[in-house]
């Protein structure tokens, strides 16, 4: 990224550590999670109150800034040909103690647009990227000085901000994903009613044009009838993997997928990477006694 001698003179005026700003990270939903990125559904959206804390990423096609100080630098300018890039530079002006009071306004009138991509992690969905940059670069000075914890508790708070939130539709999210490794050709769409909203209920498609409507309890029912026909490596290696990584799909799992293959594979890869993990630590607490001897 070239350097911005706008964001240059924020970063000095508010004296910001260029290091905390390169280290937060901006994720892509892909990396967050793959399965979501590609099965992903949400729940219409609510207003709620989220810290910013927990906005970690953004889901703009072809992002490629990686890092908060990055962030700051493609999205603010001095560059008058780039409408986008300028609109928001009285923003700057802003300082850590009164930040929050006053983009307060623009949580009512234009909020802040966000979806679940973990437990209670959240990516920008379509709008609000320059007000949670430059929320996220005071919260994490002043997390900088906090002292202890609850210094980091009341700082939460302050930058506790209210939300358009897009929670994960956890079902049909992994019941997609199942369905994908069982099977190859189908399409699935959420059903909307006559004002756009949706309905709570999947529609799949299959090859030959077929289609299904299907409340949350019937697709659960539908992919326990479809998961012994998941490739045997998938069932092994890569769901029992995903288990362990992703909270979200172990609810789900656990909630509905008991006295499967799936929760029979589950166990047995628990099992075993239980011993092997067991056997490191004794190994490493042999050597520690052998060496200290």
């Known amino acids: 990224m070239n350097n911005n001698q706008l964001i240059e003179n924020f970063i000095k005026e508010n004296d910001f550590d260029k290091g905390i700003l390169e280290d937060s990270k901006i994720n892509s939903t892909e990396e967050i999670s793959y399965v979501i990125d590609k099965n992903g559904f949400h729940k219409n959206p609510q207003k709620e109150y989220i810290c910013i804390a927990d906005i970690i990423g953004d ?68 709008n609000g990227r320059h007000r949670c940059a430059l929320l996220k670069a005071h919260y994490l000075k002043e997390l900088s000085k906090c002292k202890n914890e609850a210094d980091k508790q009341n700082l939460k708070s302050k930058y506790t901000i209210p939300a358009e939130v897009e929670r994960l539709d956890v079902i049909k999210t992994y019941s997609k994903y199942l369905l994908k490794l069982a099977k190859n050709k189908f399409h699935t769409q959420e059903e909307l009613d006559k004002n756009y909203i949706r309905t709570g209920k999947l529609i799949i498609t299959d090859d030959n044009g077929n289609s299904k409507t299907y409340s949350d309890e019937e697709l659960v029912k539908y992919v326990k009838s479809m998961v012994d026909k998941i490739p045997e490596n998938e069932l092994k290696n890569t769901i029992p993997r995903l288990y362990s990584k992703e909270e979200y799909f172990k609810e789900y799992a656990d909630t509905n997928l008991r006295e ?14 239980s011993e092997d993990k067991e056997k490191t630590v004794y190994i490493s607490r042999e050597r520690e006694v052998r060496n200290n001897d």
Do not use: H
């Not at 799936?262 to 047995?268: F, G, M, N």
């Open 59 to 126: 889901n703009i096609n072809g992002n490629k800034t990686n890092n908060l100080l990055n962030e700051l630098q493609s999205l603010f300018s001095e560059n008058k040909g780039n409408k986008y890039n300028i609109r928001s530079n009285s923003m700057l002006k802003y300082t850590s103690e009164n930040i929050i009071q006053g983009l307060s306004e623009s949580f009512n009138k234009e909020p802040i647009s966000i979806a679940e991509v973990k437990k209670d992690k959240y990516i920008i969905k379509n």
């Open 260 to 273: 499967t293959c799936i929760e029979k594979s589950i166990t047995e890869w628990s099992k075993i990477n």
